[in-house]
């Protein structure tokens, strides 16, 4: 792969890894019921953490080639998604678990389409 996309392929397994931390996390931390310690919204806000940090790292492409391929393909629905139930979470909030593993699906064809896009545009 050349350079940039290579990176950009790594970022977004990167970000795929995180999202499915996140989404564990929401799961086994909550079970329902909103985190009920402090630890465990400790542990949420910093996967969130990390999660948005990898969502940045993919959305600043600067000024790379594949620019318009992350702008085209980078699944927002699924992580605005994933934000506000990561949000309802951590205010206490009850955790919607079939909402987080069906968010957690389509991230994952999110982050596959990107994945295919960037291959796509790295070898025309």
């Given at each position: 792969f050349p350079d940039g996309i290579h990176v950009e392929g790594e970022i977004t397994d990167r970000m795929e890894r995180r999202t499915e931390e996140l989404v564990w996390r929401l799961v086994t931390s909550t079970?329902?019921?909103?985190?009920?310690?402090?630890?465990?919204?400790?542990?949420?806000?910093?996967?969130?953490?990390?999660?948005?940090?990898?969502?940045?790292?993919?959305?600043?492409?600067?000024?790379?080639?594949?620019?318009?391929?992350?702008?085209?393909?980078?699944?927002?629905?699924?992580?605005?998604?994933?934000?506000?139930?990561?949000?309802?979470?951590?205010?206490?909030?009850?955790?919607?678990?079939?909402?987080?593993?069906?968010?957690?699906e389509q991230a994952g064809r999110g982050y596959g389409e990107l994945r295919q896009a960037l291959t796509e545009a790295a070898h025309p």
């Open positions: 079970m329902g019921a909103g985190p009920n310690d402090p630890a465990a919204v400790q542990d949420l806000a910093a996967a969130w953490s990390d999660l948005e940090a990898a969502a940045e790292e993919v959305r600043a492409t600067g000024g790379s080639p594949y620019r318009e391929v992350v702008e085209a393909r980078f699944p927002t629905g699924a992580y605005d998604t994933l934000d506000g139930l990561v949000e309802a979470a951590l205010e206490g909030g009850v955790v919607d678990i079939p909402a987080v593993m069906d968010v957690s």
